[in-house]
Structure formats: structure tokens, C-alpha cells
């Protein structure tokens, strides 16, 4: 693709940490806050783009934490971000690959690039990247609550709300019970699992008892690094297995989808290392009829804004898990905050992630500033 050089003058780490409205609790761990970066990469002209890092305070969902992040974005990332001008967002992959894994710091970095990128084309991010649709539909994920009541309490919000997909957390011993119940109380709600690799093979016979309730799938049951026993999983299971903690590449998908070990995949821009790869990803998927769908990673604005832009392309066929900013927070740190509107998002119209950043909320939950040249 043409496009004029990028050429970057400096590039800002701002530090936030932001209470969540209520703590969300899944099988590997429960969150009150969030602590995370938010990038700023400006260029030679003084236009802004922002992405924003989303590892987890330890390493529950991958081996990177928001600590390992910083470190790898400040002494690595960033050097070779500035080192030279940027002739495309998709070339940052090729520039990173000097650094083996670490995809969520350099999905950070590389978010902030893709907002600069379209900002300077004067177009959405979602046009930028390829996006087709107008709007998306929204979906909801449901942490572990502490009683069966209260499940039902939230979940009976959400559909009020319009929200058009519901995600349940589960774990042995918090499952088939569970989403019996839930099934009986919402007979017509599109519904999914997310086990986030809380089972093994020795529980086949568990899981093979959610079936009964129309699950559109079971999300990760297995191995958070695992491939092959999924495959053995998928055979066996009429429930379709959707893959997220063991799709890290556009290799890993290859992999999985020749052996037959999901029929659904997660995509996810952190866990992908950046939106360039979750194109390739979607794009292969598109070619095997392999439905993919966005995951959520308890985004602020700007994270949540480019999740938007990634499902508006073509082949995510499910309800993703990007709510409403006030699903999570009592403030975004985006202007106008996310919302949604009988179960749907409207896709932005303005340049880049189509939000503007609220300085002032952003500099309530910031706690250190580090500019690099």
C-alpha cells in the first residue's frame, strides 16, 4: 500500500490505574483496577495516535504483565519504533520481530500507530483497516458472581439492556449447574462459556453435558498453550470449542484449523501482538469459513475504540465482548464515551479511533509520564 512516511518525533507512556465499578472474577483470578499504559506516538507534523496495553497485573491470561510491558516497550519497542521512519502500520510487525513474543506490548505500540496512520488518511480506523460494516453488535461477558441469584441479577440487566450475546464464566464445579439454570431463566438468549483452560480431558464428560443447552460454544477449555488435545476435544464434543489463550499467531490458527481442534476462534489485537496480525488471522479464517469474533481484555476507551475497528471487518460473525464503557467504569477516558443501543454499536465516522481523548480524566488516573525522543 502507498503511503506517505511516518515520521516520529516522540513517543509518550502514560501509566493509569482505573477502579472497575465492580470486581470481575473468572476461573484464573479476580480484578478490582486495571493498571495500564495508554501510548502516544506523535510525528514530525504534531498529529497524535493512541494505543493502549492490556496485560493483566500478573500473568493469569499470558506470561506478560503491565510491568513486562513497560519494560519491553521502553527498551526495545520504542527504540526500534523511532530508529526509523514508518512507511506503513503493517511493516511495524516485521520491525518488532527482533523481539520474540511479547504481543501485547507491541499491539500497545502498534495501536497507537494504526490511529496515527488513518488520522494523517483523514479516514475511521475501521476504513483503514478494511472494516465493512456501519455498526456491530455487543455482546457481554459475566464473571463468576457469588451466588446463583445474582447471576441471573446481572444477566437479567444485560438483556434489558439489548446486549445480544451473554458470556458465562465457568470452572469444575461452577458449570453445568450453572448454565441449566441460566438456560431455564433465558430460554432465547444467544449463550456461550468461557473456561478460560479451567478443564482437562479427564472432564470430557462434563463438558459434553453442555451441549443440552444450545451453547453457541465453549470458549478455551483446555491448555492455555494447547492445540492438539482441543483437537481431541472438538471430535468428541458437538458443542463447537471457540480457541482464545492458544491462538497467538497467524500460525497458531493454521495449526488449529488443519487439525480440527476449534470451530470458532477468539481473536484478540493484545494477545495477537497488534491489528496487523488480526487481519492475517481474519483473513485466513475468512478463507477456511472459520468464524472469528472480538474478545475483550477490560479495555478503557482507547482499547475498547480499537476493538470497534477490528470487528467491523467482514468475517467476525458473533457478538464481541465490547460493551459500553460504563459496563466497567464510573469515567472513560474517551470523549464521547462507548455506548450501545439496542444491543449495537455505531461505528465513529471521525479520523482514526474516532474518539477523542478526555484530558482531563485521562490525568485524574494517571500516575507517571515518560517521554521518549
Given at each position: 500500500m502507498e503511503s506517505t512516511p511516518i515520521y516520529l518525533e516522540k513517543v509518550i507512556l502514560h501509566r493509569l490505574v482505573m477502579e472497575l465499578k465492580t470486581p470481575f472474577q473468572t476461573s484464573f483470578g479476580t480484578f478490582t483496577d486495571k493498571d495500564f499504559y495508554i501510548i502516544e506516538a506523535v510525528d514530525n507534523h504534531g498529529s497524535r495516535g493512541f494505543g493502549e496495553s492490556v496485560a493483566f497485573?500478573?500473568?493469569?491470561?499470558?506470561?506478560?504483565?503491565?510491568?513486562?510491558?513497560?519494560?519491553?516497550?521502553?527498551?526495545?519497542?520504542?527504540?526500534?519504533?523511532?530508529?526509523?521512519?514508518?512507511?506503513?502500520?503493517?511493516?511495524?510487525?516485521?520491525?518488532?520481530?527482533?523481539?520474540?513474543?511479547?504481543?501485547?506490548?507491541?499491539?500497545?505500540?502498534?495501536?497507537?500507530v494504526w490511529d496515527l496512520y488513518a488520522k494523517r488518511k483523514n479516514i475511521p480506523l475501521s476504513k483503514a483497516i478494511g472494516g465493512k460494516k456501519t455498526k456491530i453488535d455487543a455482546g457481554v461477558s459475566v464473571g463468576i458472581q457469588p451466588t446463583l441469584d445474582k447471576l441471573l441479577a446481572v444477566i437479567d440487566n444485560y438483556v434489558a439492556d439489548g446486549y445480544k450475546r451473554i458470556k458465562l464464566k465457568i470452572k469444575?464445579?461452577?458449570?453445568?449447574?450453572?448454565?441449566?439454570?441460566?438456560?431455564?431463566?433465558?430460554?432465547?438468549?444467544?449463550?456461550?462459556?468461557?473456561?478460560?483452560?479451567?478443564?482437562t480431558l479427564n472432564d470430557i464428560d462434563t463438558l459434553k453435558q453442555l451441549a443440552e443447552f444450545g451453547l453457541t460454544m465453549i470458549e478455551q477449555p483446555l491448555g492455555y498453550n494447547d492445540i492438539y488435545e482441543h483437537s481431541i476435544l472438538q471430535h468428541q464434543l458437538q458443542t463447537p470449542v471457540c480457541l482464545d489463550e492458544s491462538i497467538n499467531s497467524l500460525a497458531d490458527a493454521k495449526a488449529a484449523v488443519e487439525l480440527g481442534s476449534c470451530r470458532v476462534i477468539n481473536l484478540k489485537i493484545g494477545r495477537v501482538g497488534g491489528i496487523s496480525e488480526a487481519k492475517r488471522i481474519h483473513d485466513y479464517c475468512r478463507q477456511k469459513n472459520i468464524p472469528v469474533w472480538c474478545g475483550g481484555m477490560l479495555e478503557a476507551g482507547v482499547g475498547r475504540a480499537h476493538n470497534i475497528a477490528l470487528a467491523s471487518l467482514p468475517h467476525f460473525m458473533f457478538p464481541g465482548d465490547i460493551s459500553a464503557s460504563g459496563r466497567y467504569w464510573h469515567q472513560d477516558i474517551i470523549k464521547p464515551e462507548v455506548t450501545v443501543q439496542n444491543g449495537e454499536i455505531n461505528l465513529p465516522e471521525q479520523p482514526g479511533i474516532g474518539y477523542s481523548i478526555d484530558w482531563e480524566a485521562l490525568e485524574a488516573h494517571r500516575i507517571s509520564k515518560q517521554v521518549f525522543t
Amino acid at each position: 500500500m502507498e503511503s506517505t512516511p511516518i515520521y516520529l518525533e516522540k513517543v509518550i507512556l502514560h501509566r493509569l490505574v482505573m477502579e472497575l465499578k465492580t470486581p470481575f472474577q473468572t476461573s484464573f483470578g479476580t480484578f478490582t483496577d486495571k493498571d495500564f499504559y495508554i501510548i502516544e506516538a506523535v510525528d514530525n507534523h504534531g498529529s497524535r495516535g493512541f494505543g493502549e496495553s492490556v496485560a493483566f497485573p500478573a500473568p493469569w491470561y499470558t506470561e506478560e504483565t503491565g510491568h513486562t510491558n513497560h519494560y519491553v516497550m521502553t527498551d526495545f519497542l520504542i527504540p526500534l519504533l523511532l530508529e526509523k521512519p514508518i512507511n506503513h502500520p503493517d511493516d511495524i510487525s516485521e520491525r518488532f520481530s527482533v523481539v520474540r513474543r511479547n504481543n501485547m506490548a507491541k499491539a500497545a505500540v502498534e495501536g497507537a500507530v494504526w490511529d496515527l496512520y488513518a488520522k494523517r488518511k483523514n479516514i475511521p480506523l475501521s476504513k483503514a483497516i478494511g472494516g465493512k460494516k456501519t455498526k456491530i453488535d455487543a455482546g457481554v461477558s459475566v464473571g463468576i458472581q457469588p451466588t446463583l441469584d445474582k447471576l441471573l441479577a446481572v444477566i437479567d440487566n444485560y438483556v434489558a439492556d439489548g446486549y445480544k450475546r451473554i458470556k458465562l464464566k465457568i470452572k469444575p464445579g461452577s458449570d453445568v449447574d450453572i448454565v441449566r439454570e441460566v438456560r431455564k431463566h433465558f430460554p432465547n438468549i444467544q449463550m456461550m462459556a468461557d473456561a478460560n483452560s479451567a478443564y482437562t480431558l479427564n472432564d470430557i464428560d462434563t463438558l459434553k453435558q453442555l451441549a443440552e443447552f444450545g451453547l453457541t460454544m465453549i470458549e478455551q477449555p483446555l491448555g492455555y498453550n494447547d492445540i492438539y488435545e482441543h483437537s481431541i476435544l472438538q471430535h468428541q464434543l458437538q458443542t463447537p470449542v471457540c480457541l482464545d489463550e492458544s491462538i497467538n499467531s497467524l500460525a497458531d490458527a493454521k495449526a488449529a484449523v488443519e487439525l480440527g481442534s476449534c470451530r470458532v476462534i477468539n481473536l484478540k489485537i493484545g494477545r495477537v501482538g497488534g491489528i496487523s496480525e488480526a487481519k492475517r488471522i481474519h483473513d485466513y479464517c475468512r478463507q477456511k469459513n472459520i468464524p472469528v469474533w472480538c474478545g475483550g481484555m477490560l479495555e478503557a476507551g482507547v482499547g475498547r475504540a480499537h476493538n470497534i475497528a477490528l470487528a467491523s471487518l467482514p468475517h467476525f460473525m458473533f457478538p464481541g465482548d465490547i460493551s459500553a464503557s460504563g459496563r466497567y467504569w464510573h469515567q472513560d477516558i474517551i470523549k464521547p464515551e462507548v455506548t450501545v443501543q439496542n444491543g449495537e454499536i455505531n461505528l465513529p465516522e471521525q479520523p482514526g479511533i474516532g474518539y477523542s481523548i478526555d484530558w482531563e480524566a485521562l490525568e485524574a488516573h494517571r500516575i507517571s509520564k515518560q517521554v521518549f525522543t
